[in-house]
C-alpha cells in the first residue's frame, strides 16, 4: 500500500539552483497539495491541483512551480533555490467525500539550502 | 475558515486517557471539525472528523459542544506512540479544493 510517495527524503542545494520534489499517489485521487512547513511551525500551503492540467495558487506560492500532466504525479519544481526555502516539503492527496474530504500525506521532503 | 485555539503541550501518563481541547467560537453552522497529528516530523495524519454530533473511530473520540464553540478529542489510552503533535482544523469545503489551515497544535507527550 503505497499512498502517497515523495522523493527525495533529503536534499542539499545551492543558493541559486533548481530541483525538483517528485511526488505520486497511487489512489486515483483528484486532489493532489503541496505543503511547506518550517521548523516549529505549521504547514503553509504552496500549491494544490483538483486534476490533471488544472493548478493554483496557496498561500506562499512565490519561488515555486507545478504541473500536474496525469492524474498520480504532481511534481513540485524549486526555481533559483533560496535559504529562505529551507524547509520540509509534503504533498498530499485527497478524494471528495460525502463529509468533506481526507488528506493523506507523503512522508516529506527535507530540504537544505546553504 | 473558523481560527482555533489549542494548548501548546501536554501531558499524558501511557495507559490513561489524553483530552486534547481545541477552542473554536467562530464556527459557522457548516464549517466540520478536523484532527490530524504529526509524529516527528512524519507527514500528517487524519484521526477523525465531525460536524454536531459525537464521533468514534478505531483511533479516538470526538466530543463537540452542543453549541460547536469548543471540541475535545480523546485518545482512550495513550502509549508512547502517541507522542506527536495534534492540530485541531475547522473548515467548510471551499471552491473546487479543501484547503487544510495547519496552526502549531497541541504537543502531546506520553510518559511511563
Known amino acids: 500500500n503505497a499512498g502517497v510517495t515523495q522523493t527525495p527524503k533529503f536534499r542539499i542545494l545551492k543558493i541559486g539552483q533548481s530541483m525538483t520534489l517528485q511526488c505520486t499517489q497511487d489512489?486515483?485521487?483528484?486532489?493532489m497539495y503541496w505543503y511547506r512547513q518550517d521548523p516549529g511551525m505549521g504547514l503553509k500551503l504552496i500549491y494544490y491541483?483538483?486534476?490533471?492540467?488544472?493548478?493554483d495558487k496557496g498561500e506562499v506560492p512565490n519561488g515555486y512551480n507545478v504541473s500536474r500532466s496525469t492524474t498520480e504525479d504532481f511534481p513540485l519544481r524549486l526555481e533559483l533555490a533560496a535559504p529562505s526555502q529551507t524547509s520540509v516539503y509534503f504533498c498530499?492527496?485527497?478524494?471528495?467525500?460525502?463529509?468533506?474530504?481526507?488528506?493523506?500525506f507523503g512522508a516529506g521532503t527535507r530540504l537544505s539550502v546553504l | 475558515d473558523a481560527k482555533t485555539t489549542q494548548p501548546t503541550s501536554m501531558d499524558c501518563a501511557e495507559g490513561r486517557a489524553a483530552n486534547l481541547p481545541c477552542n473554536h467560537s467562530t464556527i459557522s453552522g457548516n464549517e466540520y471539525v478536523y484532527w490530524y497529528r504529526q509524529i516527528h516530523s512524519q507527514g500528517p495524519q487524519y484521526i477523525i472528523h465531525g460536524l454536531k454530533n459525537n464521533e468514534t473511530n478505531e483511533m479516538a473520540s470526538l466530543i463537540i459542544t452542543e453549541d460547536r464553540k469548543s471540541s475535545t478529542l480523546i485518545l482512550p489510552h495513550a502509549t508512547l506512540r502517541d507522542t506527536a503533535v495534534y492540530y485541531c482544523?475547522?473548515?467548510?469545503?471551499?471552491?473546487?479544493?479543501?484547503?487544510?489551515?495547519f496552526g502549531t497544535g497541541t504537543r502531546l507527550q506520553v510518559t511511563l
Open positions: 491541483s483538483v486534476g490533471a492540467g488544472i493548478t
Open positions: 482544523i475547522v473548515r467548510v469545503w471551499a471552491g473546487t479544493a479543501s484547503k487544510l489551515t
Open positions: 489512489m486515483n485521487h483528484n486532489y
Open positions: 498530499a492527496s485527497s478524494t471528495k467525500q460525502v463529509l468533506g474530504n481526507i488528506q493523506y
